[in-house]
């Protein structure tokens, strides 16, 4: 199922993303979630869980359906 039908089902407004700042492929995986809409969360950069340091990006979804459009990746 698509995330980002689902949250709009569910009237969810924002989208939190946690990237594991150790990850081999961090870049890659930030540049594409930017690409789909995700930004910088400007309240909370990062945040360390488990001992993990994590960058938060974060989506805020509208209640338009027509403006998702499915990307293959």
């Known amino acids: 199922m698509n995330f980002m039908e689902f949250a ?3 009237s969810i407004k924002n ?3 946690l990237l594991d700042r150790k990850n081999k492929d ?3 995986i930030m540049q594409g979630m930017m690409t789909v809409g995700f930004s910088n969360d400007s309240n ?3 945040t360390k ?3 993990k340091d ?3 990006l974060k989506m805020t979804l509208k209640n338009n ?3 998702i459009e499915e990307i293959a990746f």
């Open 26 to 28: 961090y870049i890659k």
């Open 15 to 17: 989208i939190l993303l």
């Open 49 to 51: 869980l488990s001992g």
């Open 44 to 46: 909370m950069k990062m």
């Open 65 to 67: 359906p027509e403006e």
């Open 8 to 10: 709009q089902k569910m």
């Open 54 to 56: 994590y960058k938060i």
